[in-house]
């Protein structure tokens, strides 16, 4: 694979939004395969480039998959079995090597579902506050709108949200049009390993979804982590002020797991 056409992969994984790690061998000790320079793309079910092949290269993507790190690190690999602190590989070449590993995607995904006034003003925040945003909604009108474009756009018919949200850790803000489906997501939500979980409406509405919720056999617990009312009690009323509120919670939670 040439450069360009690993670099094109890359930015094409990127762009479909896929969690992608790139792994760089920095330095080689010994008869190891690899040589410094030498990267590869790493992804929960993706790999292209070349990092020596062998063992090392088998423990550089499993380290990548298991571990899923959110920041930069560099690692030490012992090829030979014979020096401690270091990960081994079971190679017998001898020698060690370092290996740079860098998440190259954004770990902070906001999923936005519902692309309504609300939706667009908050995405625009959520961007501009680094978070990796992804719309959903029933209404393609809705996802083709012009100020919706650099953004990752997703339809459904909110039937099918645990097989949309694939990523682990997500951060979820539940607003559909007129809150028409709004329950019946919230409900699909409570299965996913979410970060954040918050939905949009009034004390008496969330009061109400809640309760029809628990009486089909959710329970109380569950419920309990959902943001709800969402945002910060400013006294928002237009879109963009509802957004503000969300952002400013999204932004606390954010800074409390760091």
Known sequence: MSRSEYYCRLQAALDQGQDLWQATIVSTDGSSPARAGMKACIGPKLYFGNLGGGALEHGIIAFVRTQRPETPLELSFDLGGEQSGMKQTGMICGGAAAVFIEPLHNPDKLYIIGAGH?????????AKAEFGVTLIDNRPESLAAPALSGYRRLLSDYTDIG?????IKAWIVIMTHGHAHDKEVLRQCLDLPCRYLGMIGSKHKVAESFEKLMEAGVSEQQLASVHAPIGLPIGSRSPVEIAISIM???IRVRSSLR
Do not use: K
Request: with cysteine.
């Open 118 to 126: 609300c939706g667009t003003a908050l995405a625009e925040l959520a």
């Open 163 to 167: 097989s949309v949200i694939t990523d």
């Open 248 to 250: 400013a919670e999204l």
